[in-house]
């Protein structure tokens, strides 16, 4: 299976050791590692996560350029749902996860590779705990 055609998998969790779990997991997988992802509600925390077990954060080349520039503009739960959207998480799924992350859980993102544009979304992603947020 190549990276193009991997689905999409989001994890919340709670914990560091969880992290680690699932990004070794997404490695196992046979997801690149460059697109493997952790998310929270703190850049500065999510910066030390993705340091502490190798996975990655959002950044310019997966988000892109535009919405990297806009998010210099945005509130930081603005700027958490452009990345996610970026990811092909649709705006619902997007004010869920941000509202998860509020509560102080952590995304683990393994991204299948495919961008999404302005209102495109994946609507094959896996979201463990599997919910409905709408």
Not at 36 to 41: E, K, M, P, Y
Not at 49 to 67: D, H, L, M, R
């Amino acid at each position: 299976m190549t990276i193009e055609t991997m689905t999409t998998k989001v994890h919340t969790v709670g914990s560091l050791n969880e992290v680690q779990r699932e990004v070794m997991r997404f490695r196992g997988e046979g997801y690149d590692p460059h697109n493997i992802f952790v998310l929270t509600h703190d850049k500065d925390r999510t910066e030390r996560i993705a340091k502490n077990t190798s996975a990655e954060q959002i950044g310019v080349t997966v988000e892109g350029v535009g919405t990297a520039i806009a998010n210099v503009f945005r509130s930081t739960g603005d700027e958490l749902r452009a990345k996610m959207r970026s990811l092909g998480i649709s705006k619902e799924y997007a004010e869920y996860l941000e509202g998860e992350m509020d509560r102080d859980k952590i995304l683990v993102i393994a991204w299948g590779g495919r961008e999404y544009k302005e209102d495109e979304y994946d609507d094959t992603i896996y979201y463990y705990p599997g919910y409905i947020p709408f």
